[in-house]
């Protein structure tokens, strides 16, 4: 089993930047694909990012695509997303989720963190 916690997020003005981390425990991060997903207030949970296990590969949703950045750091055993030109429509609860398989639905990712709010305004 593994433990994520993430961090990281709070208020910031539209074009302001936040980088969000996951911390992982009871397994090396390296066993599992990383995704980002996010939900806001009266919506479904939606995919944000996916890097494999190596770091090599990324995939984002068209909404983040040029503006968010997934990267891994195994040895810390960490996992990140840079969030550069934020918009209103960013504002969500961010979840760090582990995974089998390289991909963007979130059935596939059988461990999740608590979240943590992100808030941009306008």
């Known amino acids: 089993q593994v433990q994520l916690v993430e961090s990281g997020g709070g208020l910031v003005q539209a074009g302001g930047s936040l980088r969000l981390s996951c911390a992982a425990s009871g397994r090396t991060l390296s066993s599992y694909v990383m995704g980002w997903f996010r939900q806001a207030p009266g919506k479904e949970r939606e995919f944000v990012a996916v890097?494999?296990?190596?770091?090599?590969?990324?995939y984002y949703a068209s909404s983040v695509k040029g503006r968010f950045t997934i990267s891994r750091d195994n040895a810390k055993n960490t996992v990140s997303l840079q969030m550069n030109s934020l918009k209103p429509e960013d504002t969500a609860v961010y979840y760090c989720?582990?995974?089998?398989?390289?991909?963007?639905?979130?059935?596939?990712?059988?461990?999740w963190g608590q979240g943590t709010q992100v808030t941009v305004s306008s």
């Open positions: 989720a582990a995974g089998i398989q390289y991909s963007a639905n979130q059935r596939d990712y059988g461990y």
């Open positions: 890097v494999n296990r190596s770091g090599a590969s990324t």
